[in-house]
């Protein structure tokens, strides 16, 4: 393969600064080109807000996440009091490991929403029953969460996750939003006020999306083991087990068994779907638990 075409190939780069390669482009009688060609044909006839961030949500679902951020950075200068655009965009910086430019993004979104009545956000992927779950505040706040906690800042994932939580007005969020603030907690050595938040969780709720997040917070709760979850997750692909897997290993973390931890985020680092969140966060915390151990190895 010639350096050029290496280079072509290249979507953006891991944490350790690894190539992280475009995912294979779907055929275009698949439905997400379909989907894609869609989109553009709209954008092209009426370029306005809605039609330019379906465009960049298209092109992100084809994973070409630097395109996708190229059509969002035009809509924040077409339309830069509208919030979306910075959701969206900021969204793909997480993609693409630019957390302080995603961090960037949602504060400025969350500053655009103040005081402004929440709306409904209609899902790329639709769930099978057709209701979609998240908001655009709920969504601005999530994201803003997990871009502290990818940076390391637990303390600020902490307060924008509590905004989230509080805002959260369906099983599904309440139960994603439980999951990342309970190990941001857990993180931060504050596991009585985690262990709080499991109280609100009961052990049968209407999950329609995150069926991933609920099992983790059965696990939590010790409804589970996470040697029954990890099997569990394995059986379920590779989006279950860098999901699953993330919670469990995060598990072990802060339960002092960091070999099993990092044993369990080397297998999710094996995956193909870097650009998932779990897989992300296994990147990050990997590479924080290998730096310990060189500095424990200097000292020692």
């Given at each position: 393969m010639s350096?050029?075409?290496?280079?072509?190939?290249i979507?953006?780069?891991s944490?350790?600064g690894?190539p992280?390669?475009q995912?294979?482009?779907p055929s275009e009688?698949?439905?997400l080109?379909k989907?894609?060609f869609?989109?553009l044909?709209?954008?092209e006839k009426?370029?306005?807000?809605?039609?330019?961030i379906?465009?960049?949500?298209?092109?992100a679902?084809?994973?070409?996440y630097?395109?996708?951020?190229?059509?969002f950075?035009?809509?924040?200068?077409?339309?830069?009091e509208?919030?979306?655009m910075?959701?969206h965009?900021?969204?793909r910086?997480?993609?693409?490991?630019?957390?302080k430019q995603?961090?960037?993004?949602?504060e400025?979104a969350s500053?655009?929403?103040?005081?402004?009545?929440?709306?409904?956000?209609?899902?790329?992927?639709?769930?099978p029953?057709?209701?979609p779950?998240s908001?655009?505040?709920s969504?601005?706040?999530?994201h803003?969460?997990?871009a502290y906690y990818l940076?390391?800042d637990?303390?600020?994932?902490?307060?924008?996750?509590r905004h989230?939580?509080?805002?959260?007005?369906?099983?599904?969020?309440?139960?994603?939003?439980?999951h990342?603030?309970?190990?941001?907690?857990?993180?931060?050595n504050?596991k009585?006020?985690?262990?709080?938040?499991?109280?609100?969780i009961?052990?049968?709720?209407?999950i329609?999306?995150?069926h991933h997040?609920?099992?983790?917070?059965?696990?939590y709760k010790?409804?589970?083991?996470p040697?029954q979850?990890l099997e569990?997750?394995?059986?379920?692909?590779?989006?279950g087990?860098?999901?699953i897997?993330?919670?469990?290993?995060?598990w072990?973390?802060?339960n002092?068994q960091?070999?099993?931890a990092?044993?369990i985020?080397?297998?999710?680092l094996k995956?193909?779907?870097?650009a998932s969140?779990?897989?992300?966060?296994a990147?990050?915390?990997?590479?924080?638990?290998?730096d310990s151990?060189?500095l424990?190895?200097?000292f020692?």
């Amino acid at each position: 393969m010639s350096d050029e075409k290496l280079f072509a190939e290249i979507e953006g780069f891991s944490v350790t600064g690894e190539p992280l390669f475009q995912m294979p482009i779907p055929s275009e009688t698949s439905d997400l080109m379909k989907k894609y060609f869609e989109a553009l044909k709209k954008y092209e006839k009426n370029p306005n807000a809605d039609n330019l961030i379906w465009l960049g949500r298209r092109t992100a679902y084809l994973g070409k996440y630097r395109n996708a951020l190229a059509i969002f950075s035009k809509g924040i200068k077409q339309f830069p009091e509208d919030a979306r655009m910075y959701r969206h965009r900021g969204h793909r910086f997480i993609t693409l490991r630019l957390f302080k430019q995603a961090i960037s993004d949602f504060e400025r979104a969350s500053q655009l929403v103040y005081r402004k009545s929440d709306e409904i956000e209609p899902d790329g992927f639709p769930n099978p029953s057709g209701i979609p779950i998240s908001s655009l505040h709920s969504n601005i706040f999530y994201h803003l969460g997990l871009a502290y906690y990818l940076d390391g800042d637990y303390a600020k994932a902490n307060l924008a996750y509590r905004h989230c939580l509080e805002i959260s007005d369906n099983d599904d969020k309440i139960v994603s939003t439980a999951h990342w603030i309970y190990m941001t907690l857990r993180l931060l050595n504050i596991k009585y006020e985690a262990d709080m938040h499991l109280q609100d969780i009961k052990d049968e709720l209407d999950i329609i999306e995150n069926h991933h997040y609920y099992d983790c917070i059965l696990m939590y709760k010790g409804k589970v083991t996470p040697e029954q979850l990890l099997e569990k997750a394995r059986e379920q692909g590779s989006l279950g087990l860098s999901t699953i897997g993330y919670g469990v290993a995060n598990w072990y973390y802060y339960n002092d068994q960091k070999a099993k931890a990092k044993q369990i985020l080397e297998e999710i680092l094996k995956l193909e779907n870097w650009a998932s969140f779990g897989y992300i966060a296994a990147e990050v915390d990997h590479k924080r638990i290998s730096d310990s151990e060189k500095l424990h190895l200097v000292f020692d």
